[in-house]
Every structure is written in structure tokens, then in C-alpha cells.
């Protein structure tokens, strides 16, 4: 397994060793001493699992008062996985960034807590699954827009399909932000 950092310190890729033959694979999707060894020390305490149509976009998600960190990555498809740094005392406060998770290339990324997070998929379906370090708390969801102008990111979609929830979020300038 290969864990590399990211433009965003905490954000971290990890690339699974797989073992293929004729039979099919296996690869180790969680160790946690080795996650340890590379700064991941979390404890993960509820896991997500979402289906998605081609060109649907889910997020910016975060929880403020109970702060998920995740684990993502995609079984089926691909999307283009996505974490913003919200932590105001943060050198990258406001800033993104995006990969592709496919169940092709099996890379999974780690995102902190302090961080929202969303996901397009750019596959006719996408199946998605997370680990995340708290449980999902209903009244402590926040939503920030997905194409708020004072994040820029580069969107692989220009009119993707939201929930009417994501579509209302909020502007990053009205956010709450973490300290």
C-alpha cells in the first residue's frame, strides 16, 4: 500500500498493493498501523455506501459540531472526488482538491476532519463507499454549494444533477468554518 500527500496537507491518496491472477484479486483496502505510519490516526465509526447515476453530484458536505473525517473510494464507476479545506487558521483555508476514484485504478482518498467533501460521477453509474469517523448526525449537516465562485473548482460538469439540499447550500463566505 502507497500513501502520497496532496496539494492538502491531511488529504492523502492511498494506492492498494493488489494481488490478481485468474481468479480475481485481493487488496488490502485498510491497515492501521500503516495508516498510522503516514499521519491517518483515525478512528473510523460508521460506513456509507451510495449509488449514482452519470453526472449527479453530491456535496460539499460537512459536519461542524461532530467533524467527519472519510475514507472514500469507488467500487463501480468513477467520479471525481473532491475535499476543501474549511480549517480558518489553515495556510490552504479555501482551497480544494479533486481526483478520480475508479474501481479501475482502486485509489482511495483519505479526507480529514475540518474538510467538506463531494463527488461527480463520470461513469454511467458510480457506487461509492466511506468510512467515516463519526455518525451521521442530521442537524449538524451543512451543505456548501457545489460551484460557489470563491472555490473555483474545476468541475468535470457545468449542470450536473443535485438534491434540492445541495442546490440551497450555502456560499463559502457564509459557511461555518473550523478554527
Known amino acids: 500500500m502507497q500513501l502520497a500527500t496532496t496539494s492538502l496537507p491531511g488529504v492523502i ?6 494481488f490478481a491472477d485468474a481468479r480475481g484479486f485481493f487488496m488490502e483496502t485498510y491497515h492501521q498501523d500503516k495508516f ?10 460508521q460506513d456509507n455506501h451510495s449509488y449514482s447515476r452519470h453526472g449527479v453530484l453530491r456535496g460539499l458536505h460537512y459536519q461542524f459540531e ?8 469507488a467500487i463501480r464507476g468513477a467520479v471525481f472526488d473532491v475535499a476543501v479545506d474549511l480549517r480558518r487558521g489553515s495556510p490552504h483555508f479555501g482551497s480544494w482538491f479533486g481526483t478520480q476514484l475508479t474501481a479501475d485504478n482502486r485509489r482511495q482518498l483519505y479526507i480529514p476532519s475540518g474538510f467538506a467533501h463531494g463527488f461527480c460521477v463520470l461513469s454511467d453509474e458510480a457506487e461509492v463507499v466511506y468510512k ?6 442530521p442537524g449538524d449537516e451543512h451543505t456548501i454549494r457545489w460551484d460557489d465562485p470563491d472555490l473555483g473548482i474545476d ?5 450536473p444533477l443535485v438534491s434540492e439540499k ?9 459557511a461555518r468554518h473550523f478554527n
Not at 13 to 18: L, T
Not at 36 to 45: H, K, L, P, T, V
Open 36 to 45: 498510522a505510519a503516514a499521519g491517518i490516526d483515525a478512528s473510523f465509526r
Open 155 to 159: 468541475w468535470p460538469f457545468t449542470n
Open 166 to 174: 445541495d442546490a440551497a447550500g450555502r456560499s463559502f463566505a457564509e
Open 66 to 73: 461532530h467533524p467527519q473525517g472519510k475514507l472514500v473510494r
Open 132 to 137: 467515516a469517523t463519526d455518525v451521521w448526525h
Open 13 to 18: 491518496i492511498i494506492e492498494p498493493r493488489v
